[in-house]
């Protein structure tokens, strides 16, 4: 098992999107299952990303879930 510095250093996939109910932004890391945050803005979200997968990882590396690593998306191809 790995630990959580170098899992942090993983690139993980990170998805942003515009919330039009809340007038925000919501952050996922689609491979983290159920590692999701919010923040009004843009800054905001992406500083609240990195204390969430911080604590998504250290709670599953606490309770034994498994941590998948990032797939590696390079090897695809969108024609």
Known sequence: MK????YMKM???LEIVLDT????FVATYPELPGCITCGETLADVIQNVE???RE???AAIEDNIPIYEPKDDSLLCNH
């Open 56 to 58: 998504w990882l250290l």
């Open 11 to 13: 690139p993980y996939r």
């Open 51 to 53: 204390d969430a997968k």
């Open 21 to 24: 109910e809340e007038s925000g």
């Open 3 to 6: 630990f959580l510095d170098e």
